[in-house]
């Protein structure tokens, strides 16, 4: 029997587990919830202008194993695009999505998206995990594409500001600070997002929110996009579920979510982390 390192905090399927947490199928008319199923079914059952906010991160068709499926297919591009249309059937008038994408795949997504949304603005972010390549780049970073369905959409700006350090701390003509405070661990101001992320970390197996998800998104990743496009009680739809990390990101935020994947022990992972949210 193989024990798991004392730091190993990984959420992991147990015994008992099937019975306690059992995937439903995508009902006739979808509200909210977790389901076992596809994303084009997903999006198509969706009332229209319903969502008010999709999370995709869809298969990159690099090949990856997901248990049940495997990330390739030939028929890519048009697949890309008739979920793509689904969604923007599925999207609120004032709606945001964000996809997220390889750079081999990240020209097509914006092309795609072009076709169908308003494309606001491309979103790099620094994952610094796996082997280097010997006569190559190392592969660091995946885009995240935001775009929306029309010119009035949310944007929640003071809850994405960052907080950085003072470099000149420039003071009014009587003194006081401009545009900075100080406290008691130093002079800061809080500026305004930018479209480079540096400040995340892959899930591992030390952290509690790691599943054995092959592709699964950082938390925090997730977070920052709920919390500048959308609000309390909106409808956060996630077409290509994994592992739960966006329905859990949105029950910690008030929002209402629905989400579904093709392997129904990743929807039980989904489940579980619910549970202990």
Not at 55 to 63: E, H, I, L, R, S
Not at 122 to 140: C, L, Y
Request: charged share 30%.
């Amino acid at each position: 029997m193989n024990r798991r390192a004392p730091r190993n905090r990984t959420l992991v399927l147990e015994p008992g587990d099937s019975s306690r947490f059992v995937p439903q199928p995508l009902p006739e008319t979808l509200v909210e919830g977790l389901f076992i199923g596809d994303a084009v079914d997903l999006l198509s059952r969706l009332k229209p202008g319903s969502a008010d906010l999709i999370v995709a991160d869809p298969p990159y068709n690099k090949g990856k194993d997901f248990g049940n499926n495997r990330d390739r297919r030939a028929d890519y591009e048009p697949w890309t695009a008739r979920w793509l249309d689904l969604a923007k059937r599925a999207l609120a008038p004032d709606g945001s999505i964000y996809v997220c994408s390889a750079w081999e795949r990240s020209g097509l997504i914006q092309r795609l998206l072009e076709e169908r949304f308003v494309v606001r603005n491309r979103i790099t972010w620094k994952r610094d995990k796996g082997r280097g390549a010997k006569a190559n780049w190392k592969n660091n970073h995946e885009d995240v594409w935001f775009a929306t369905a029309g010119e009035r959409y949310t944007f929640n700006l003071d809850a994405v500001k960052v907080k950085k350090p003072v470099i000149a701390p420039y003071r009014d003509a009587e003194g006081r600070p401009k545009d900075w405070t100080e406290t008691s661990d130093g002079r800061h101001r809080m500026t305004h997002p930018s479209n480079i992320w540096i400040d995340l970390c892959v899930p591992f197996w030390s952290m509690p929110e790691n599943t054995p998800h092959p592709t699964q998104k950082p938390e925090r990743l997730v977070e920052r996009i709920l919390l500048a496009s959308s609000r309390p009680g909106d409808l956060v739809v996630d077409p290509f579920l994994g592992s739960g990390t966006s329905a859990v990101v949105a029950r910690r935020l008030g929002r209402r979510f629905a989400g579904v994947d093709l392997n129904p022990e990743y929807v039980r992972l989904a489940m579980k982390r619910l549970s202990r949210t």
